[in-house]
């Protein structure tokens, strides 16, 4: 090689190799951005493991199925008492979404407040324009129009709303479903049974109502108080026996099924106008009672043949006067007797009405309670299934529950409740002013504004008075971690990585190789120096010869 061209090739071998550690040092950069990004992905994701979520829970079951929502503040409900639960800013102005600013605009309140008491000719501007906004119907407002304006709703005046309740244990529910008159009315007649050697007795500790026929019996009808029948008063038992020795035919094993179903139905209508407060939950105990004791009634297989679910042991001499042990179980129970009046053997099959009510209400207590709900061995605190009644739980037998039921009011309709509820929404802004936000519907910005102090929760406390508070001082509103927001985020976090890591691996491929282009490089530049010495070299000794 040349001189000229061995300059010539370490020239360009330099300008290859500084070209190349220029690109190994950007990739370098890169990395180093890569490791920050990496590092700021980690922070963020730390970070919303310590993400919240608001949620509302009225009946303190520990539920954590219902977001805290502008809605439920501010709607009236058995959820919030029938009392607005304001939400205001620092300076104690309710905050309200556009369809209640719309109704403050035609009432021709100001946002700053009227600093003295409204009249109610501006109050009845208000209610017609919840009517125009669509919160309320035109029906509604006129009846509320109707009703005389509350001044001193909000403002230590009466606070008495349509829905009025009571509250007792399972003695005193009993006692009220008896004053209202809840009855139930079982009949049996021959219809009911197939075949002149075939009996349907319903028997009961009150002697007076026993009833019973056959193939050719007329319609019968016993009536029972249905408190009687909840609190252990009165117990009534279904019998079907066949003097045959066989069990029931599949006519018979229907008409109990329907007339079981039929007294369940009754009790159900009854519960329903008395424990049903119009939120929604106890609407659903009572549809979930309903659902599940028919478990326990039906005494079909799924083919649609008859059977029994048990068999009672404690067979022998039975007459009406020795009811044997029906009410020691939930479910049918079938035996074999011998009656005493003949000797003959018989087939007998038989279900405690009283056991399937008291399990019917267990159901809603439960439900009310929460199905998880344990006492303080950690056994569950109400159980209920088919077999002996000792190894149920009832609610019957507890004294201590709680139970909740609506008695009326004094207007017989909800009327009163929406007024006194709107009377006092409608206070609270003439006197405290009103700022519109539409986004407070939006649950996610409504917590975001609650937990940054940016608003805060004004309730209705015993002295008739709102007071001002932090979201957390509200016993029904609880903060709890935000399982699917944090879920999110781990997905976010695992994806992001996943990419920064690829990248990563690209460039540390990318840069090795680099790093051997710039060993290979070094190697030749060496080489070709090399050369270039020894040529220089040889001249010099070739011309000094």
Request: glycine fraction near 6%; proline fraction near 2%.
């Amino acid at each position: 090689m040349g001189l000229a061209a061995g300059q010539a090739r370490l020239l360009s071998i330099t300008s290859r190799k500084s070209d190349c550690e220029f690109q190994s040092m950007r990739l370098s950069h890169q990395k180093i951005a890569l490791a920050r990004e990496l590092a700021d992905l980690s922070n963020e994701y730390q970070n919303s493991l310590d993400q919240t979520k608001l949620i509302y829970d009225y009946y303190g079951t520990g539920d954590t199925n219902t977001p805290l929502t502008y809605g439920i503040l501010m709607t009236p409900s058995a959820l919030n008492d029938y009392m607005p639960v304001t939400l205001t800013d620092s300076s104690g102005r309710v905050t309200l979404n556009s369809k209640y600013a719309a109704a403050a605009r035609r009432a021709g309140i100001p946002q700053e407040g009227l600093g003295t008491l409204p009249s109610e000719t501006m109050r009845n501007e208000f209610i017609n324009g919840l009517a125009d906004a669509g919160l309320i119907t035109n029906a509604t407002a006129n009846t509320m129009l109707g009703i005389p304006y509350n001044q001193g709703a909000g403002f230590g005046g009466d606070t008495t709303t349509a829905l009025i309740t009571e509250s007792g244990n399972i003695d005193d529910l009993c006692e009220y479903l008896n004053e209202m008159g809840a009855v139930i009315d079982i009949t049996i007649d021959g219809s009911m049974v197939s075949g002149n050697r075939a009996d349907m007795c319903l028997w009961s500790s009150d002697k007076t109502k026993e009833i019973s026929a056959d193939a050719n019996s007329e319609s019968k009808t016993s009536t029972f108080n249905l408190g009687d029948l909840l609190n252990g008063d009165v117990t009534v038992d279904l019998y079907m026996y066949n003097r045959k020795g066989k069990n029931p035919n599949a006519t018979m094993a229907t008409a109990a099924q329907t007339l079981v179903e039929d007294i369940l139905n009754q009790t159900g209508e009854y519960l329903a106008q008395v424990l049903d407060l119009g939120d929604g939950y106890t609407q659903a105990a009572l549809e979930y009672a309903m659902s599940e004791i028919k478990n326990l009634y039906v005494p079909k297989k799924e083919d649609g043949s008859y059977y029994t679910d048990f068999h009672d042991n404690k067979s022998g001499q039975f007459n009406q006067t020795n009811q044997a042990n029906a009410p020691e179980y939930i479910g049918w129970i079938n035996d074999d007797y011998k009656r005493t009046s003949t000797g003959h053997n018989h087939n007998k099959n038989r279900v405690s009405i009283s056991n399937m009510l008291k399990a019917y209400l267990t159901y809603f207590a439960d439900y009310l309670n929460g199905v998880d709900a344990v006492d303080a061995n950690g056994n569950d605190k109400y159980k209920v299934q088919k077999g002996k009644l000792s190894t149920n739980s009832l609610v019957t037998d507890d004294k201590l529950y709680t139970f909740t039921w609506a008695v009326g009011s004094t207007v017989s309709s909800d009327d009163l409740s929406q007024s006194v509820f709107y009377d006092t929404l409608f206070n609270q802004i003439c006197a405290n002013g009103w700022t519109e936000n539409n986004n407070i519907e939006d649950k996610e910005y409504l917590q975001q504004m609650l937990q940054s102090g940016m608003l805060y929760i004004s309730k209705i406390k015993d002295d008739g008075y709102y007071y001002q508070a932090n979201y957390a001082t509200d016993s029904y509103i609880k903060e709890i971690a935000d399982d699917t927001y944090i879920a999110q985020a781990e997905a976010k976090y695992n994806t992001q990585k996943a990419k920064l890591n690829a990248k990563e691996e690209t460039l540390d491929l990318k840069m090795k190789n680099l790093d051997t282009e710039i060993s290979s490089l070094t190697t030749e530049y060496d080489t070709v120096k090399n050369t270039i010495s020894k040529n220089i070299e040889k001249s010099f000794k070739r011309y000094n010869a």
